[in-house]
């Protein structure tokens, strides 16, 4: 399936920037809660199984499923799963005998994996109502057999977020290029602050925006693709490129990044204690509201200007259960999600960094979120995010390759040869 169409560059001015929390690759962790359901329908309950367990992501799903329950056309219930439980137990959810109906997950790649095997419901029906809906979305939520298999609720923008009032402290500003990047990381450095903070511990999947990045910079989007499809090789020599580049940065990591996740990385740069952090907007979530305003970014440096410009945009929303036990109330639950009324009250109730994707729907005018659609709408391709733009099951063998090269960059070429032979074993799988 096609994760970039060229369309989505003209959507952009009015589909969603979100910060979901989905997760790129990304989804937040929390406790585990449910929220029951109100009687008196006449078929099943419908439950959705939710990874959106940030406080605020948390309670803006709430107040969706609580508004839908309202209107009589069906009864549904919240089951949230922490994040990191629920990304490896997703495939036993979708392949047990009594599956929950409804998931929070990501279109792309990943989503057509999953049809591929016969595990999602076809909602093609659901989207006869989402004609608003630009094409570019619908290609991202069809599966290789032509079936509309995914409802997206949002996209978002990954880039190094910091707080202006700590740049403005140390003196500096945002760099335009991979020369400048470099410098700002020096003077950081000559100021006590660890310059690049990194969250690893649980969430070792963030170090593979990293990767996504240097390897769109330095060998383009299409390439890129390739690669994480199985057509090129994990051991080339354009892939050894991307980490010799990334040895160059490697001694500004915060070195406590590798023991703690995203969401301590994200208390870290709050508090002054690193520079700025590579992340999706879904870190947000996991901010109080009221240093939002402080927050900034800019877009990962420019290495070689000759290389079309391209950015990550995951797309965050929905897909079913082919074994629900009520399809009908399932496609109700994903209608409702699909409208203007449910994505602006996610909006309204969590962080704010988000704009949803029915072009419909109202977005925060904040500064930030104008930054960010500014920076996607001037890319050239937009990409998803590792795991989207080829499978969960290739996920593992990023998290392992680029965890192992940030404690041991001096053994890079035994790593790619691992990682290209443990690729090989899921493109053979």
Same mark, same amino acid.
């Given at each position: 399936?096609?994760?970039?169409?060229?369309?989505?560059?003209?959507?952009?001015?009015?589909?969603?920037?979100?910060?979901?929390?989905?997760?790129?690759?990304?989804?937040?962790?929390?406790?585990? +809660?449910?929220?029951?359901?109100?009687?008196?329908?006449?078929?099943?309950?419908?439950?959705?199984? +939710?990874?959106?367990?940030?406080?605020?992501?948390?309670?803006?799903?709430?107040?969706?499923?609580?508004?839908?329950?309202?209107?009589? &056309?069906?009864?549904?219930?919240?089951?949230?799963?922490?994040?990191?439980?629920?990304?490896?137990?997703?495939?036993?959810?979708?392949?047990?005998?009594?599956?929950?109906?409804?998931?929070?997950?990501?279109?792309?790649?990943?989503?057509?994996?999953?049809? +591929? *095997?016969?595990?999602?419901?076809?909602?093609?029906?659901?989207?006869?109502?989402?004609?608003?809906?630009?094409?570019?979305?619908?290609?991202?939520?069809?599966?290789?057999?032509?079936?509309?298999?995914?409802?997206?609720?949002?996209?978002?923008?990954?880039?190094?977020?910091?707080?202006?009032?700590?740049?403005? *402290?140390?003196?500096?500003?945002?760099?335009?290029?991979?020369?400048?990047?470099?410098?700002?990381?020096?003077?950081?450095?000559?100021?006590?602050?660890?310059?690049?903070?990194?969250?690893?511990?649980?969430?070792?999947?963030?170090?593979?925006?990293?990767?996504?990045?240097?390897?769109?910079?330095?060998?383009? =989007?299409?390439?890129?693709?390739?690669?994480?499809?199985?057509?090129?090789?994990?051991?080339?020599?354009?892939?050894?490129?991307?980490?010799? *580049?990334?040895?160059?940065?490697?001694?500004?990591?915060?070195?406590?990044?590798?023991?703690?996740?995203?969401?301590?990385?994200?208390?870290?740069?709050?508090a002054g204690k690193t520079g700025m952090f590579l992340i999706g907007t879904f870190f947000a979530?996991?901010?109080?509201?009221?240093?939002?305003?402080?927050?900034?970014?800019?877009?990962?440096?420019?290495?070689?200007?000759?290389?079309?410009?391209?950015?990550?945009?995951?797309?965050?929303?929905?897909? =079913?259960?082919?074994?629900?036990?009520?399809?009908?109330?399932?496609?109700?639950?994903?209608?409702?999600?699909?409208?203007?009324?449910?994505?602006?009250?996610?909006?309204?109730?969590?962080?704010?960094?988000v704009l949803p994707a029915n072009p419909k729907a109202k977005a925060s005018d904040s500064p930030?979120?104008? &930054?960010?659609?500014?920076?996607?709408?001037?890319?050239?391709?937009?990409?998803?995010?590792?795991?989207?733009?080829?499978?969960?099951?290739?996920?593992?063998?990023?998290?392992?390759?680029?965890?192992?090269?940030?404690?041991?960059?001096?053994?890079?070429?035994?790593?790619?040869?691992?990682?290209?032979?443990?690729?090989?074993?899921?493109?053979?799988?």
């Amino acid at each position: 399936m096609n994760d970039f169409d060229p369309s989505r560059r003209r959507f952009l001015g009015h589909v969603g920037l979100a910060g979901l929390g989905v997760l790129g690759a990304g989804s937040l962790v929390g406790c585990a +809660s449910s929220a029951s359901s109100p009687s008196g329908s006449g078929n099943s309950a419908i439950t959705l199984q +939710s990874n959106l367990s940030s406080p605020q992501a948390k309670v803006a799903m709430e107040k969706i499923i609580e508004n839908f329950n309202k209107q009589g &056309k069906g009864a549904a219930s919240l089951n949230t799963v922490a994040s990191e439980t629920f990304r490896t137990q997703l495939p036993t959810y979708l392949t047990s005998a009594n599956p929950p109906d409804l998931y929070t997950w990501y279109a792309g790649s990943v989503a057509n994996d999953y049809a +591929s *095997k016969n595990l999602l419901l076809d909602v093609s029906d659901v989207w006869q109502g989402m004609a608003d809906y630009p094409e570019s979305l619908r290609t991202l939520s069809t599966d290789a057999a032509g079936k509309k298999v995914f409802v997206p609720m949002n996209n978002y923008w990954w880039g190094f977020f910091y707080r202006k009032s700590n740049f403005a *402290k140390w003196g500096v500003q945002e760099p335009k290029n991979w020369a400048e990047f470099v410098t700002l990381c020096q003077t950081l450095q000559s100021k006590g602050v660890p310059p690049i903070g990194i969250g690893l511990g649980d969430t070792p999947w963030v170090a593979s925006a990293w990767f996504d990045y240097l390897n769109i910079r330095i060998n383009g =989007a299409p390439f890129h693709r390739e690669l994480l499809a199985g057509k090129q090789r994990f051991d080339d020599p354009k892939v050894k490129a991307v980490f010799t *580049k990334w040895r160059e940065v490697l001694p500004y990591f915060d070195p406590k990044g590798k023991a703690y996740p995203f969401q301590e990385a994200t208390t870290a740069l709050l508090a002054g204690k690193t520079g700025m952090f590579l992340i999706g907007t879904f870190f947000a979530d996991a901010a109080p509201k009221d240093a939002l305003g402080d927050l900034d970014f800019f877009r990962f440096p420019i290495i070689d200007p000759a290389v079309p410009l391209a950015e990550e945009a995951p797309t965050d929303g929905f897909f =079913a259960s082919a074994k629900s036990a009520n399809p009908a109330g399932t496609k109700a639950l994903l209608t409702y999600l699909s409208s203007v009324e449910a994505q602006e009250a996610y909006v309204a109730a969590s962080a704010g960094i988000v704009l949803p994707a029915n072009p419909k729907a109202k977005a925060s005018d904040s500064p930030l979120v104008a &930054k960010g659609k500014a920076m996607l709408e001037s890319a050239q391709e937009l990409t998803q995010f590792f795991n989207r733009d080829s499978s969960d099951a290739l996920q593992p063998t990023a998290d392992t390759a680029l965890t192992k090269f940030i404690d041991k960059p001096d053994q890079i070429d035994a790593i790619l040869r691992e990682w290209q032979a443990g690729a090989e074993k899921v493109f053979k799988g």
